[in-house]
């Protein structure tokens, strides 16, 4: 797997949203809690990603659009580590629950703990 984050991995189906959180699990790494769904697409691959901060803790659009690249970012870094050896399709969606602006480096170390848990908790 690569560490691009092309178009055809973005979540974008809002009926596939809805179902991801009316019947999706979920893990959390405070600040980041990640919803995923097990699922099938039509093209090949392995995991569609979206993300999501809230209106309500962060009330200017530029704040949350930083937030949102930084997540981004993160899971572009770390998707290959972590997703090359699964075989199965999954809907993600990671929102980001916390309530002061984050930095790089802070959102990639807790995604590698969200990810770990997540592993952890399909391989059982």
Known sequence: ???????????????????????????????????????????????????????????TAVDRNRIKRLLREAYRLNKAVYFNNITTQYAFMILYIGKDKPSLTQVESKMKHLFEKFSSKISK
């Open 1 to 59: 797997m690569s560490t691009s984050y092309p178009k055809k991995e973005k979540l974008k189906s809002k009926k596939l949203i809805e179902q991801l959180f009316e019947e999706g699990q979920s893990v959390s790494a405070f600040p980041l809690r990640l919803v995923y769904l097990q699922t099938t697409f039509d093209d090949q691959v392995i995991a569609k990603t979206g993300v999501s901060v809230s209106k309500r803790n962060f009330k």
